[in-house]
């Protein structure tokens, strides 16, 4: 017996040691389910908001949003004008927002200086300034297997006016940004939980949660023994900025091929692409040369496949469903490849480009984007707009891993080729 303490008290050492050396690297990942709202066709994570967990609230994702912003309950705090988040707050300003400074003299104290954030509603295009605040909010951390325990932690947020809630559902209360600024909700993950500034992103179809991994991986989704999918990607592309959006963009330097042939395009619309990508564009929008030349490039490639007519605005091929052939990734239409710097293909296969819209009626899910683009602030120069904004439906079911630290990309391609979804992660917490 006398020599079995020593022993512990040398694994006890052995273990803390093995303890502080995790700690000092960071601490776990978190996990965070997501919704998908079908009349919006937004996605949302729910949250409890400020001071009152009771009730819970959505939130909805926005992949080019600076901040956190929400609107805020009667005797929230303002964060004073030189707090370091005042600070970050102030570098970046919705587009067109000409606003500067810090704050404004507190009504009730005028030697205090009140923090001012600009929030940006990237669905109705509106802005606002309002307060900058705090709270406490709670996630759970993961193996990427499960939901493990409970953290609690502080995050900056920006208040808004209720008006600023305009186009988002109904039962939201404001947005979490994810761009790469230091108050998105990676990089504030990242600061108060020593994990890297990375996160997987796993959106939903339907009614069932999808899943964010922020800190960056394992992820595993069922079923049981499937490999962890962050660590088997299909490929990966830098990331770029462009001009003053916080917003992530890729570049496609060969272009886009449908059934493996180059689309031809000329004028600016030559590649290299540049790509955004957003989860508040519900369908992927392409700048109006790129377009023409991609729809046709499409309807040649189908022009054997039986057609509904008349058209579905915004969509402008539609076919029968019940005529075209049903593979493991969705309707057997021709492939669509986004052909990345450096070297690999984002293959879109027909569960990312099929739009089911009605019974028998599917529509290539593509849309024409807007001239005047104010969700992105591009407006004016056509010349400026990304070539192709990647939307929603065609993430959906694909494993997208952010890397913000290393400004690179990795995506899974469509994950029914691995006989799974992103609504696949397992929320029960192990006993
Ligand atoms: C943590 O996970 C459990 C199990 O899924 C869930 O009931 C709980 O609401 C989660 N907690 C938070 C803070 O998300
Ligand atoms: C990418 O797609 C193009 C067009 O389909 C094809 O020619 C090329 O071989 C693909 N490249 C890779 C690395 O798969
Ligand atoms: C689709 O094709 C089927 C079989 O040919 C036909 O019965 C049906 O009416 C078509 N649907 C539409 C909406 O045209
Ligand atoms: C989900 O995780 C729980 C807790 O570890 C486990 O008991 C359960 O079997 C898992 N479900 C599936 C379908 O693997």
Redesign the pocket.
């Known amino acids: 017996m006398w020599q079995l303490k020593p022993l512990l008290l040398l694994l006890g050492v052995l273990l803390g040691a093995l303890a502080c050396t995790v700690a000092g690297d960071g601490g776990m990942p978190l996990v965070i389910p997501i919704t998908k709202h079908m009349d919006t066709l937004l996605y949302s994570v729910s949250a409890p908001v400020a001071e009152n967990d009771q009730i819970t609230n959505h939130l909805v994702l926005d992949l080019s949003g600076p901040i956190i912003w929400s609107t805020c309950p009667d005797g929230y705090v303002a964060l004073g004008c030189t707090s370091p988040a005042c600070i970050q707050a102030n570098r970046f300003h919705p587009p067109n927002c000409q606003q500067t400074g810090y704050g404004k003299p507190d009504a009730d104290n005028p030697h205090r200086c009140k923090c001012t954030a600009h929030p940006y509603n990237p669905v109705a295009g509106d802005r606002a300034s309002d307060d900058m605040t705090e709270f406490t909010t709670s996630v759970n951390a993961t193996d990427g297997k499960n939901p493990l325990y409970t953290v609690s932690f502080v995050v900056s947020t920006s208040c808004a006016p209720e008006s600023l809630l305009t186009g988002l559902q109904w039962d939201s209360v404001g947005v979490v940004g994810l761009a790469s600024s230091a108050l998105a909700l990676p990089a504030q993950i990242a600061d108060t939980q020593k994990v890297p500034n990375k996160f997987a992103l796993c959106l939903p179809s339907g009614y069932s949660d999808g899943v964010a991994i922020f800190g960056g991986g394992p992820l595993f989704l069922l079923p049981p023994g499937s490999p962890d999918v962050v660590a088997t990607l299909a490929g990966d592309t830098p990331l770029r900025k462009h001009g003053k959006s916080t917003g992530y963009y890729i570049t496609a330097d060969k272009g886009i091929a449908v059934n493996q042939i180059q689309v031809p395009l000329d004028g600016y619309g030559a590649a290299p692409l540049l790509i955004a990508l957003s989860s508040t564009t519900p369908y992927t929008a392409l700048r109006s040369d790129v377009y023409r030349a991609f729809i046709t490039a499409f309807d040649q490639a189908t022009s054997e496949m ?1 057609r ?1 007519k008349p058209e579905m605005p915004p969509f402008e091929l539609c076919y ?4 075209l052939g049903s593979t493991r990734v969705g309707y057997a239409v021709p492939q669509i490849d986004l052909m990345l710097e450096g070297g690999k293909n984002w293959t879109l296969f027909g569960g990312n480009t099929m739009v089911q819209v ?4 599917a529509c290539l899910a593509f849309v024409q984007m807007r001239e005047e683009n104010k969700q992105y602030g591009y407006g004016g120069s056509p010349k400026e707009a990304p070539a192709v904004v990647i939307g929603g439906f065609q993430m959906e079911n694909n494993l997208l891993v952010f890397d913000v630290e290393n400004q690179r990309l990795g995506f899974s391609s469509l994950l029914f080729g691995r006989q799974t979804t992103c609504s696949n992660f397992n929320f029960t917490m192990p006993a």
């Open positions: 039986a509904i029968n469903s019940t005529q009605y019974d028998q009626t």
